[in-house]
Nanobody, 119 residues
Framework: QVEFVESGGGLVQPGGSLRLSCAASGTLFSNYRMGWYRQAPGQQRDLVAVIAPDSSTNYADSVKGRFTISRDNAKNTVYLQMNSLKPEDTGVYYC?????????????WGRGTQVTVSS
């Protein structure tokens, strides 16, 4: 059974920083694309950042230069360092693991961690 333990969310003032962690268990994720998605109240879930098995990264335009995604395959963990946080970064952040091999797809989601940026 695949499980995620997400941590690091909370309340922070604008301009502050948080570091999210997502520790996975149940399978090895070294060959998965790992990512973070964000869902604001009343909004759809949007991609924030992803990191491929080769550690190449992709970011939403709104977070480029402020957020950094990284992975530690030995710990089966993905991180999201969030700096210079803005109120519009508020939302529930979900960890995702995706692998596609031919006609097969494995797609797993965490339960989410709340991030609130407010003064």
């Amino acid at each position: 059974q695949v499980e995620f333990v997400e941590s690091g969310g909370g309340l922070v003032q604008p301009g502050g920083s948080l570091r999210l962690s997502c520790a996975a268990s149940g399978t090895l994720f070294s060959n998965y694309r790992m990512g973070w998605y964000r869902q604001a109240p009343g909004q759809q879930r949007d991609l924030v950042a992803v990191i491929a098995p080769d550690s190449s990264t992709n970011y939403a335009d709104s977070v480029k230069g402020r957020f950094t995604i990284s992975r530690d395959n030995a710990k089966n963990t993905v991180y999201l360092q969030m700096n210079s946080l803005k109120p519009e970064d508020t939302g529930v952040y979900y960890c995702n693991a995706l692998r596609v091999a031919g006609p097969y797809e494995w797609d797993y989601w965490g339960r989410g961690t709340q991030v609130t940026v407010s003064s």
